[in-house]
């Protein structure tokens, strides 16, 4: 089971200014894509960025890892659901389709993604606010909740919980010395997310 995940924060200056350029805009999107988007009112330009690094990260532990190129991925369809946005996005070049949710408020956007035939109800996702600015202890804080987390969910010691990262620089779990369950992690200005699946 495989997980990917972004958050972009939407009132940081750089965000707001290159998700509104409309250049920036049509540089990651294709005429399909954009059509589809018609049903978001703003935001649309973070959605898609969002979904396709999270599509990134995702072949980026399934397949060979490959650099980002927002064209090797491509919105196939999206629709509002509850609170969220459903899509699916498809990785062009291995015709992989995979499938998420993405939540946005005013001050953030998060977006996940998992193969296409994995179950949904077996994810658990949380987004929380930085304590600092300071990128050092931001790493940390996010590791040591994800560890705390995962902790209470397997009844477990958290030291027994350890973060690590494979050669390709992919972040991965171990609980008790055996790697499990599948992890993403991602931050943008004060704000944080991780998702995990079981």
Known sequence: ?????????????????????????????????????VIVENNASALLWSLKESAYKLCSKMCTPIPFNPKHFRLI?????????????????????????????????????????????????EVFAFESSDEEQNSYQIKQILRKKLAGFYGLNARKIKLQKDRNGIPFVTLEGRISPDISLSHDGEYAAYTFVY
């Not at 953030?108 to 998992?114: E, F, I, P, R, T």
Request: negative net charge; aromatic residues 12%.
């Open 77 to 125: 369809d999206i629709a509002e659901k509850n609170l969220f946005l459903e899509s699916k996005v498809e990785f062009v070049n291995n015709q992989l389709v995979f499938q998420g949710k993405t939540f946005i408020c005013d001050d953030y956007l998060h977006s996940w993604l998992m193969p296409l035939d994995q179950d949904q109800s077996k994810l658990k996702s």
């Open 1 to 37: 089971m495989y997980i990917g995940n972004d958050i972009i924060a939407l009132k940081e200056s750089f965000n707001s200014s290159s998700f509104s350029n409309a250049r920036y805009y049509n540089k990651i999107s294709d005429i399909a894509e954009r059509d589809l988007l």
